[in-house]
């Protein structure tokens, strides 16, 4: 498997732009989730699916984020209209449910995005 | 957001010089999950820890999990330049969606040649 790919690795764009990250998860895993990393809030949850249906997007910072899974190989993450503060590497991870808290998550390697 | 307190921050040792990182929480936890991450790369999973008390070992690292299934630490012998990066915990609370993995803020590691 070529494990989870992410896409663009880099994106620099214009503050009111909209900006879209794609993910591809590892073939028959059964979660996706979303996470930001920054220097100040270090790596956080923004949202995670099962089995396509979103299942906690509490970590979403707020209306201008969303996220989609319309299959189970594909996921994306909007930013509509993007804002210097939404600066940061997104991260795509994947994992398949082995029982009660036993899952090990693989990272995609990151979309590095730049709100000018 | 939701925050898990790994100390310290940030470590400089000279390579051959031990390192050890803490993560604490105020709450049990079920399990805790290590990972590292490269300058510039992404998190790679190293170790899951389940049983109270639990001790694990990969070469020079050494994990393990408080008896009260509060904490946990990652302890590296005479690090070595490739140990260089930052470890997070990600523990699951006792309770917890069993699925929903929150990391702790990281410890970033320096070391000297």
């Known amino acids: 498997d070529a494990g989870v790919i992410q896409s663009p690795r880099h994106e620099v764009t214009e503050m009111g732009q909209e900006v879209t990250l794609r993910c591809k998860p590892i073939?028959?895993?059964?979660?996706l989730f979303w996470y930001r990393q920054t220097m100040m809030r270090g790596l956080e949850l923004l949202i995670y699916?099962?089995?396509?249906?979103?299942?906690?997007d509490s970590g979403m910072p707020e209306d201008r984020f969303s996220a989609k899974m319309p299959n189970a190989s594909f996921s994306t993450l909007k930013i509509q209209p993007s804002e210097p503060r939404d600066s940061a590497v997104y991260f795509c991870?994947?994992?398949?449910?082995?029982?009660?808290?036993?899952?090990?998550?693989?990272f995609g390697a990151g979309s590095r995005l730049t709100v000018l | 957001g939701q925050q898990v307190m790994q100390i310290p921050q940030y470590q400089h040792v000279q390579e051959g010089e031990d390192f050890t990182t803490y993560c604490n929480s105020s709450?049990?936890?079920?399990?805790i999950q290590w990972y590292k991450q490269r300058p510039g790369g992404h998190p790679v999973f190293l170790i899951q820890?389940?049983?109270?008390?639990e001790v694990k070992k990969q070469k020079r690292l050494t994990f393990q999990f408080g008896e009260a299934k509060k904490n946990s630490s990652l302890h590296i012998t005479a690090t070595q330049t490739t140990d260089v990066g930052t470890y997070f915990c990600?523990?699951?609370?006792?309770?917890?969606?069993?699925?929903?993995?929150?990391f702790g803020t990281g410890t970033l590691l320096a070391v000297q040649p």
């Open positions: 820890l389940v049983k109270s008390g």
């Open positions: 073939s028959g895993h059964d979660y």
């Open positions: 709450t049990t936890l079920s399990n």
């Open positions: 699916f099962n089995n396509n249906v979103p299942i906690d």
């Open positions: 990600a523990p699951r609370i006792y309770g917890g969606a069993t699925n929903k993995l929150i």
């Open positions: 991870a994947s994992t398949e449910d082995r029982g009660y808290g036993a899952n090990v998550l693989t």
